[in-house]
């Protein structure tokens, strides 16, 4: 256990002195100043990120004026209606998506039901197969299984890498996660999706911890549907709408299993018949929540000059500097992380295998460093670049070495 770096060029400093240095490089450290942010060390924006600073202002003048004063007319006046695509479009180049294909509502779970049945429903005739990855946020899978007993289809329950040895002709559709939720590991997007297309399949992707966080390159790597949650990283507050990609190519034959009438071609018109609008309004459902929504829209203003790929070099070194600070402050083999060292397959967060994890985790909230838990034993620590700084990568590992030496004192 060394407390000094032994490598040029920071040999002989030690881990406090080289977050400092880090710190003060750090392009995107201004940022932090956008959020409502204490001396916690908060590692948990992959569940649920830290209030943008100008959010609760923007939301005050919804309430008074465009609800409060201007009531109904704000459905027109104030935007209201068109929300659900205008915020698509701003969550479109965090995702790599021209405009136009993301649509804003609901919640993730709703969102992954439309996706997975309108993508059994644009699949070749003849395909009855739904792969699900078999390490899925459980959502996906309890409703793939639902859609899949609505439609017809069965599903086969697979491991993202062994994905391509499961794809054959009767794949209908794919669907898996970015990233996985437990172990950080980040999945092959690219290279898998190419692999279900090559099979004759659909790929649905779920975005919810990879948004924000890194490049996903939906239209560059020829997704079909997605889908994502935006109180992680990208901020938009708890519970705030899910979205919906479907790639401009499907949208045309886009068959939603919750035509809703804000997804009519004319809603107004209050025709018995559905008659689907055009574009990516066609994935709405019901009337959207505004407050939320419009809380969403403003938290996304913290992205405005944001380059992705910066976040995620900064996030890379984030969760480099965590796990050598880790590595250096606790003894070895008290824990051991789930997460996957090489960067091509680790996302924002580290996960540690912990034996007493759930009262090390009780005792690091206690000391300020916020985390979370997922049972039995992994503590799972989220690194938001946008307001997460190298000095708290070090307090947090210090102070986790500190509980773990007291539990073995105590
Ligand atoms: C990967 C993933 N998918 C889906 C969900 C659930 O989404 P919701 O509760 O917004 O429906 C979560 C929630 O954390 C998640 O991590």
Redesign the pocket.
Do not use: E, L
């Given at each position: 256990m060394s407390e000094t770096f032994a490598d040029p060029p920071f040999a002989g400093t030690s881990f406090a002195e080289k977050a400092a240095a880090l710190d003060t490089a750090d392009e995107l450290g201004k940022l932090r100043e956008l959020f409502t942010l204490d001396d916690t060390v908060y590692l948990d924006g992959n569940?649920l990120g830290a209030l943008p600073r100008h959010v609760p202002a923007r939301l005050q003048e919804v309430v008074t004026r465009e609800w409060g004063e201007l009531r109904i007319r704000s459905w027109d006046e104030s935007g209201w209606w068109t929300a659900p695509e205008r915020i698509g479009d701003r969550i479109a180049p965090l995702v790599g998506a021209a405009a136009g294909q993301i649509v804003v509502g609901d919640?993730?779970?709703?969102n992954?039901f439309k996706a997975v049945v309108a993508a059994s429903r644009l699949a070749a005739d003849g395909r009855d197969e739904i792969l699900v990855d078999a390490t899925t946020?459980p959502?996906?899978g309890y409703i793939a299984e639902s859609a899949a007993r609505m439609t017809g289809h069965r599903i086969v329950p697979v491991a993202p890498a062994d994905v391509p040895a499961a794809l054959g002709p009767r794949t209908a559709v794919v669907l898996l996660?970015h990233v996985d939720?437990r172990t950080g590991r980040l999945h092959d997007l690219p290279g898998l999706t190419a692999a279900v297309h090559a099979a004759g399949g659909l790929a649905v992707w779920?975005l919810?911890?990879s948004a924000g966080a890194l490049p996903v390159g939906l239209d560059e790597h020829g997704v079909d549907l997605a889908i994502g949650?935006t109180y992680k990283y990208l901020n938009g507050g708890p519970g705030s709408p899910?979205y919906l990609y479907v790639a401009e190519r499907h949208q045309a034959a886009f068959d939603s299993p919750l035509p809703g009438w804000t997804s009519h071609a004319d809603p107004f018109a209050m025709t018995l018949g559905y008659a689907p609008a055009e574009g990516s309004v066609r994935g709405r459902v019901g009337t959207p929540d505004i407050l939320s929504m419009l809380a969403l829209e403003a938290s996304l203003d913290v992205w405005d000059g944001v380059d992705v790929s910066a976040v995620r070099a900064k996030s890379l070194a984030l969760t480099d500097f965590f796990l050598e600070c880790v590595a250096a402050y606790v003894p070895e083999g008290r824990l051991t992380s789930v997460t996957p060292a090489a960067h091509a397959e680790r996302g924002s967060q580290v996960a540690l295998r912990c034996e007493d994890a759930e009262p090390v985790m009780r005792a690091l909230i206690e000391r300020g460093v916020v985390g979370d838990l997922r049972r039995p034993d992994v503590l799972r620590f989220g690194f938001t670049p946008l307001y997460v700084g190298f000095a708290d990568a070090e307090r947090a590992a210090r102070i986790l070495a500190d509980v773990l030496a007291e539990r073995v004192q105590a």
């Open positions: 569940s919640s993730t779970s709703v992954v946020f959502t996906d996660n939720f779920d919810c911890h949650c899910a």
